[in-house]
């Protein structure tokens, strides 16, 4: 294992302090915490937002923490979701007194310890709603469809809701609609070694990828021998023009997200085609996003997430926002 | 070789095509080149920047194009410098009137093309200056000096001076400017393989690593063996701060750059000790830049950038560009 770290049982501290000084005009750490939180936290009769989960996703999801996305993020263990009482303290430490709102990534750890969370902060008299992530269509059962990249989608359009005044029950409401919107799918090329483990977590021949992979290295659709970009993004956006049954005239928002260890010269590759199957079957690409935003550690490979959008996804999609690690020019 | 690619002879073609795509509202492509170019291109009365050199750098230095940096940016072949010709094209596709300021890398290929292609357009009647960058300190010679990611802080301080007006003589003098006061140094946990070769350019052992490495894997200071992220920082910065004579109340840029295939977590925890070792001399971070700038291909490691300020840089820095692959919030 060759990765530029200290100590494997300090990487999330570490990681999240490195985070926190490069952008201390935008968010603060909670003492002694995993827990990164927007500067001004709490903002005074807004509706805050909370995610999180295990780290080794990064920006996600601290990178996402500032005005007009989230006001908390809590960082678990690497691939390992926070427990009850660190999401409660962030909970606490953002409430601005009209509500809280969590944004979960559907595993089941994390549902489980966000869910507890809320009870134990709404019998304190905290109003507390809750929305799950699923946009993973590599799981036919759409119960058990994991969260993975288009959860920023939901950061930043429930995010500027909130921001621009929504109460509790509009926001939840709008990332509802982000969700029933959403799909990805990915593709991994290499595994990734937890710090901690100090070897691969699953291992893929020379010339095999994993199709659908989760954002842990979980399986997905199949193993598949290596093809080409544009037959990749053929497999993935049918998949996804499918499950969201996308039309001539629909408008959309692509992300190309690299899991780690893939360069931006492949995201631009597979965009390519993804563009031009949009082109030819006359979905408008409203806007377009290529990086890292939800990865896997070092993992080769891409995800591609479509977002189906009406007007008011499109005003906050653009709405500002001053995270580290999203930009809305 | 697994790379998410079509055909490896066609890499910088559909990545250009890629990029444009996703970002039409602010760059183009120039029929039949791999030259891309801000959209309202040419801008009557505004000096305008070309850079570019060989590809594999993503997002350097088609990701820079736009308001506030770039007009033009030349892509070569993987690893190639762009020929005279190309170059000679980009320049007359974005002079508005004003004069074209060219930034080059140091590396013979570039400085021998571009001034082919600065003499070329001379004897035509364009107004042509010419700088070079030389920021990375693992080489003694100071003349010989590769220019690395302390590039992107030319393109974005020059870039700025030209679209608040600046003259040739003037845009060209603050980016001598920048060239005096930046320093870069890197390190390669692994090497990069190019599409065409379908091999790694080099090989590395599981616990060694290329301190000092060039952005083409070229030898730096020594195969090391593989160290803490603290002492690599420690490493880095000593040569950087002893480089640049930092001193107490200096203000600095500071750049973490990704070189393709590190996680954020990783260059997160370098920054951190990097942070602290600057506090401790006094010397304050004006601004902070931690992500994927220049890269090589999906090479592991990072390098690190200091730029010394003035209120000048620190205005330029700070002033708008709409470029597909930098944010100025």
Redesign the interface.
């Known amino acids: 294992m ?5 100590n494997p049982d300090r ?1 999330v501290e ?6 926190v ?3 201390n005009d935008k968010i603060r750490l909670l003492d002694g915490e995993n827990i990164v939180i927007r500067k001004e936290a709490p903002v005074k009769g807004k509706v805050a937002l909370v995610s999180g989960g295990g ?2 996703h ?2 996600a999801h601290a ?1 996402y923490v500032g005005e007009g996305m989230l006001d908390a993020a809590c960082a678990g263990a690497v691939f390992t979701s926070p427990t009850p009482n660190r999401i409660v303290k962030a909970i606490k430490a953002v409430d601005g007194g009209s509500g809280v709102l969590l944004v979960v990534k559907n595993f089941a750890g994390d549902v489980m310890n966000f869910e507890m969370a809320a009870e134990m902060t709404r019998s304190n008299g905290t109003k507390v709603s809750k929305v799950t992530v699923n946009d993973d269509v590599s799981i036919n059962d759409v119960a058990r469809r994991r969260g993975i990249a288009g959860t920023v989608f939901v950061h930043k359009i429930a995010g500027a809701k909130a921001e621009l005044g929504g109460t509790l029950e509009e926001t939840q409401k709008i990332a509802e609609k982000v969700i029933a919107n959403v799909r990805s799918m990915g ?1 991994a ?2 595994s990734c070694t937890l710090p901690k483990a100090g070897k691969p977590t699953f291992t893929l021949g ?2 095999e ?1 994993e199709l659908g992979v989760g954002i842990h290295g979980e399986k997905g659709i199949q193993r598949s021998p ?1 093809k ?3 037959e ?1 993004a053929n497999i993935i956006v049918e998949k996804l023009i499918k499950d969201l049954s996308l039309k001539l005239q629909d408008e959309v928002a ?1 992300m190309i997200n690299g899991l ?13 085609r993804v ?1 031009h199957i949009l082109q030819d079957l006359g979905v408008r690409i409203f806007k ?1 996003y ?1 990086g ?1 935003y939800m ?1 896997s ?2 993992m ?3 995800s591609v997430t479509f977002l189906r959008l009406d007007e008011e996804f499109k005003k906050l999609l653009l709405a500002p926002a ?1 995270v580290p ?1 999203f ?3």
Chains 1, 2 share one sequence.
């Open positions: 060759k990765k530029l770290i200290n990487v570490e990681m999240l302090e490195g985070l000084m490069a952008n780290s080794g990064e920006p990178g593709v090329l290499t020379d010339g990828v290596l080409s970009a544009d990749f692509v780690g260890g893939t360069p931006l010269m492949e995201l631009c590759i597979i965009y390519r563009a377009s290529i890292e990865t550690l070092e080769a490979g891409c001053n690690a930009c809305c020019s």
